[in-house]
């Protein structure tokens, strides 16, 4: 695995993350990662990404909860790329329209 902002390696780790909840904070200690040697960079697996936006999600009222809810949907509707979906060798020949 390689490192997108400087190409360096990216090692198994754990790191800290912030959740940020307008009003406060939350700090998640322990969160797996994938670091890289080189600048730091941390990157998540899917499954830890998606459970990080779960705890955040679960903290928000329920305005927000229904405004994240409709971007689903737009999503379902295909105006949206998802993480898995991005091909990063090919960037800049993605139509991001
Ligand atoms: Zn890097």
């Not at 990404?49 to 903290?59: Q, T």
């Not at 928000?60 to 994240?68: C, N, S």
């Not at 737009?74 to 060798?89: Q, V």
């Amino acid at each position: 695995m390689v490192c997108f902002f400087c190409n360096g390696k990216m090692i198994e780790g754990i790191t800290t993350d912030m959740i940020d909840l307008e009003t406060s904070i939350m700090i998640i200690k322990d969160v797996p990662c994938h670091k890289c040697t080189q600048c730091g960079e941390v990157s998540f697996s899917l499954d830890v990404a998606e459970s990080l936006e779960k705890v955040r999600f679960d903290k928000l009222d329920e305005d927000e909860k229904q405004a994240i809810l409709q971007g689903r949907e737009d999503y379902k509707n295909g105006n949206t790329y998802s993480l898995n979906e991005i091909d990063w060798d090919n960037l800049d020949k993605m139509d991001l329209e």
